[in-house]
């Protein structure tokens, strides 16, 4: 893991000027920064009002639910408006570039690292962040960002008050004073995070992914092919996003040379440069800190070698020969001096590749690992055959190779979702299986007379886990799988492809294309419509602008159970169960559902459905009291005897029972409450601090 500078939680008050390195916002901006941010706020609200953002006494947008931490903020951090730092702030300023990033004393070198890459690519960069916001025409004092989510782009609206220290950003900042983007950026980023302070550590690959939506997967330098140049290239001319980092040393220590140890930093190009003596390979890096270069052969200010480039090639290169942090080095340097390097690989979620870019093919399926139903653990275990399978079909080989006649390239990429909210890392794996030549799934003991041809080369709990591989033109089988038996989880499988080798989605099988997946079934296939029938439904119920209000759930959930073996439920389902539903989901603050939102709702639903009819054993549409715990406990919340007690006395019926309306609201609430819960508790230490007015929103409006 990437790390910048450590924080300490022990911060003295007041500091002195020399401790505002160690000021964290999110640590630091406790109850005093929310009885400043009250005083913005109107006392007097109009009834439509009750949103986690309101308009403070200026008439500008206020973020009053910005997660701020819970220790007492230090008397000299202000929070200010751009237009407060300076006369005329701009959004942009002549275009957004890598050179924008200037590290500010946060800790968060991995994140600033993919905005830097994320620059370079101005159509990556509009899709995070409409380029056309600004500080003069229809300003409000808010922004919008988008980031990807799980499969799907999620928008972040914040607003613009930053952090500051005697006048000046303490965080992220551009050379330029007057401009703010990047800063906005990461203010959105830590919002969708959980704040400020948990940008402190971080994976850069992990934030290229959420800001392109492609596949991202760590590679040894020392362990890659001799021909480094053209490898680099080729991850360049797919799109790719790329960090590298060297872990030898103690922590952002320089060596001898200016590279810092455990410090991300981005390659963002590579030349074939002409000199007097010949070519040469270089790779231009930079330091998201925005100084501190690299000071060997070829370095901006120390470097004789350029005396051999000639004035028009160092053009052509756009060189700058001064400390920004942007430096070129030799490949051979480049390989010596860094270790670790984290490629992020773009797929066309992203539209329009840029010139020059061919990025993957690829087909995106989500799945869940159910208790009792999906759930099966390690191929060394004895239910591994439950674990969902996928049908790949590769035919068509890979182009322009030597070997091109012989194998099929692809990268395959298996996600865990919404556990870290949970604090829960799931170890994971993938396995891949030569298939049945008439079938599409392997039996138990298929699985267990045939090892897999390829397979991750352990059990890890990253976010995501990524296999590359190349095999023969054939019928494969996909087996992603926990570590251990009956754990719950929701997971994203993306498949990737080389150009040609095209994929089609896991509802839409053909035998025609290329590459297909395909998914074993669900109970709650038999209880509920499929995602294609749920959109129609979504479109004939929802209003005329397409947002889904409590009484349009209610008629859409109504519709959806009556067709299914759950028929009758719906008797139980009330307008009250889905106005809960719909606040707990939404992420706007306004009591309706979008599409996005309401895909994850379902996506949601699906997975407690599966639950409920697992734990419903005489199948009576109904839970019994002491069914309740094991199935909370299988969709992976743990509760206690006086919790029990409470789900007893507020939500079961007469005869101490749960219908399935009453479980999936339950859940809902106890997803929610929790994951609130851990946004506010950002120091781990299982308590929170909240204001009187935050308290009543959150039990108010849920």
């Known amino acids: 893991m990437i790390k910048s500078l450590s924080v300490s939680s022990e911060c003295s008050l007041p500091p002195s000027e020399d401790d505002v390195e160690s000021v964290c916002s999110d640590e630091l901006l406790g109850s005093q920064s929310r009885r400043w941010l009250a005083d913005l706020v109107n006392q007097d609200l109009p009834p439509d009002s009750v949103d986690v953002h309101t308009v403070g006494r200026d008439g500008l947008f206020v973020d009053y639910h910005f997660p701020l931490g819970e220790l007492e903020m230090h008397s000299g951090v202000t929070w200010k408006r751009?237009?407060?730092?300076?006369?005329?702030?701009?959004?942009?300023?002549?275009?957004?570039?890598?050179?924008?990033?200037?590290?500010?004393?946060l800790n968060d070198c991995w994140l600033l690292s993919a905005i830097a890459s994320l620059a370079v690519h101005r159509s990556l960069l509009s899709k995070v962040m409409p380029l056309e916001q600004s500080f003069q025409d229809g300003y409000n004092g808010s922004f919008t960002f988008r980031f990807w989510q799980y499969g799907q782009w999620e928008e972040v609206r914040i607003d613009d008050l930053l952090p500051t220290w005697n006048n000046k950003l303490i965080y992220l900042s551009s050379p330029d004073k007057q401009e703010f983007w990047s800063s906005l950026l990461e203010k959105a980023y830590a919002k969708l995070k959980g704040g400020y302070r948990?940008?402190?550590?971080?994976?850069?690959?992990?934030?290229?992914?959420?800001?392109?939506?492609?596949?991202?997967?760590?590679?040894?330098?020392?362990?890659?092919?001799?021909?480094?140049?053209?490898?680099?290239?080729?991850?360049?001319?797919?799109?790719?996003?790329?960090?590298?980092?060297?872990?030898?040393?103690?922590?952002?220590?320089?060596?001898?040379?200016?590279?810092?140890?455990?410090?991300?930093?981005?390659?963002?190009?590579?030349?074939?440069?002409?000199?007097?003596?010949?070519t040469v390979d270089l790779v231009r890096i930079l330091n998201p800190w925005g100084n501190t270069e690299w000071e060997g052969p070829w370095s901006d200010l120390k470097g004789p070698e350029w005396r051999t480039v000639s004035t028009e090639e160092q053009r052509r290169l756009e060189r700058v020969c001064?400390?920004?942090?942007?430096?070129?080095?030799?490949?051979?340097?480049?390989?010596?001096?860094?270790?670790?390097?984290?490629?992020?690989?773009?797929?066309?979620?992203?539209?329009?590749?840029?010139?020059?870019?061919?990025?993957?093919?690829?087909?995106?399926?989500?799945?869940n690992w159910v208790p009792s139903v999906t759930a099966g653990g390690s191929p060394q275990g004895g239910w591994y055959w439950q674990n969902p399978q996928f049908y790949l079909v590769l035919s068509e080989v890979d182009g322009g190779r030597a070997d091109s006649h012989k194998t099929c390239s692809f990268v395959l990429a298996l996600m865990q979702k919404h556990q870290r909210r949970r604090?829960?890392?799931?170890?994971?794996?993938?396995?891949?299986?030569?298939?049945?030549?008439?079938?599409?799934?392997?039996?138990?003991?298929?699985?267990?007379a045939s090892p897999p041809v390829l397979c991750s080369p352990h059990y890890s709990s990253r976010r995501e886990v990524v296999l590359r591989g190349s095999l023969k033109p054939g019928r494969y089988v996909i087996i992603p799988s926990t570590a251990e038996h009956n754990q719950q989880g929701a997971f994203l499988l993306r498949v990737l492809t080389e150009q040609g080798n095209a994929a089609t989605p896991a509802h839409k099988p053909s035998p025609q294309d290329s590459s297909y997946i395909t998914e074993p079934s669900f109970p709650h296939q038999a209880a509920l419509p499929a995602l294609k029938s749920t959109r129609q439904l979504f479109k004939k119920h929802c209003n005329k602008n397409g947002v889904?209000?409590?009484?349009?759930?209610?008629r859409l959930l109504t519709e959806a159970i009556q067709g299914g073996v759950l028929a009758g439920s719906e008797k139980n389902l009330a307008l009250e169960h889905c106005k809960s539903l719909v606040v707990l989901m939404d992420t706007q603050g306004n009591a309706q559902l979008n599409w996005p939102e309401f895909q994850s709702m379902w996506d949601k639903i699906r997975r407690w459905t599966d639950i409920f009819l697992v734990f419903d054993?005489?199948?009576?549409?109904?839970?019994?009291?002491?069914?309740?715990?094991?199935?909370?406990?299988?969709?992976?919340?743990?509760?206690?005897?006086?919790?029990?007690?409470?789900?007893?006395?507020?939500?079961?019926?007469?005869?101490?029972?749960?219908?399935?309306?009453?479980?999936?609201?339950?859940?809902?609430?106890?997803?929610?409450?929790?994951?609130?819960?851990?946004?506010?508790?950002?120091?781990?230490?299982?308590t929170v601090t909240v204001s009187y007015r935050q308290w009543l929103h959150m039990t108010m409006y849920n």
């Not at 140049?229 to 960090?243: C, D, Q, V």
């Not at 604090?423 to 267990?448: C, F, N, V, W």
């Open 82 to 105: 751009p237009k407060e730092l300076c006369p005329s702030p701009q959004f942009i300023t002549n275009g957004a570039t890598r050179l924008d990033v200037c590290q500010g004393k």
């Open 198 to 278: 948990a940008l402190d550590m971080g994976f850069p690959h992990e934030a290229m992914v959420d800001m392109t939506g492609g596949v991202a997967e760590v590679l040894n330098i020392g362990s890659l092919s001799r021909d480094l140049p053209a490898f680099l290239r080729y991850l360049l001319s797919k799109g790719a996003l790329i960090n590298c980092a060297n872990s030898q040393g103690s922590l952002e220590q320089r060596n001898a040379l200016g590279i810092m140890f455990r410090h991300a930093y981005s390659l963002t190009a590579v030349e074939k440069v002409k000199t007097t003596h010949g």
């Open 322 to 367: 001064r400390e920004d942090g942007e430096f070129w080095m030799s490949v051979s340097d480049f390989r010596q001096q860094f270790e670790v390097m984290e490629v992020c690989h773009l797929t066309d979620t992203l539209g329009e590749p840029g010139p020059g870019v061919l990025p993957w093919s690829y087909v995106m399926h989500h799945g």
């Open 423 to 448: 604090g829960i890392d799931l170890a994971m794996a993938l396995h891949i299986y030569q298939a049945h030549p008439t079938r599409k799934y392997l039996s138990s003991e298929e699985l267990r």
């Open 548 to 554: 889904c209000k409590p009484v349009h759930l209610h």
């Open 617 to 686: 054993k005489n199948k009576t549409q109904r839970l019994e009291y002491q069914e309740v715990a094991p199935a909370l406990k299988a969709a992976g919340i743990m509760v206690d005897d006086l919790v029990m007690q409470l789900v007893g006395l507020r939500y079961t019926e007469p005869d101490l029972t749960i219908s399935y309306p009453g479980f999936l609201y339950l859940l809902m609430k106890l997803e929610s409450m929790i994951h609130k819960f851990q946004a506010y508790d950002m120091v781990g230490m299982g």
